[in-house]
């Protein structure tokens, strides 16, 4: 049986961006997010880079968070493409 690592998060609000990486043109939000499953409760909340494909992709997902307080849920797990474009 495989075991996969699943890092999950609850991103509470945009605190920046959304901003291009000129390299690998990947877009980014800088993010005020909650581990779900905190190795140490003290450090359950912190700042997280969230890249996106898109231009669009980041700026909807932004823009959620204009309307509303309600925390958007992400997966990341091992191996994936290093995105979110939920």
Same mark, same amino acid.
């Given at each position: 049986?495989?075991?996969?690592?699943?890092?999950?998060?609850?991103?509470?609000?945009?605190? =920046?961006?959304?901003?291009? +990486? &000129? /390299?690998?043109?990947?877009?980014?939000?800088?993010?005020?997010?909650?581990?779900?499953?905190?190795?140490?409760? =003290?450090?359950?909340?912190? +700042? &997280? /880079?969230?890249?996106?494909?898109?231009?669009?992709?980041?700026?909807?997902?932004?823009?959620?968070?204009?309307?509303?307080?309600?925390?958007?849920?992400? /997966?990341?797990?091992?191996?994936?493409?290093?995105?979110?474009?939920?």
């Amino acid at each position: 049986m495989v075991v996969e690592n699943v890092a999950t998060f609850k991103v509470h609000k945009v605190k =920046d961006g959304p901003y291009q +990486d &000129e /390299e690998d043109g990947m877009w980014w939000l800088l993010c005020w997010v909650e581990d779900c499953n905190p190795e140490y409760p =003290d450090d359950a909340m912190f +700042d &997280e /880079e969230v890249p996106f494909s898109t231009f669009t992709n980041a700026y909807n997902f932004k823009k959620h968070f204009e309307s509303s307080i309600d925390p958007i849920l992400i /997966e990341f797990r091992n191996g994936m493409a290093v995105k979110y474009d939920g």
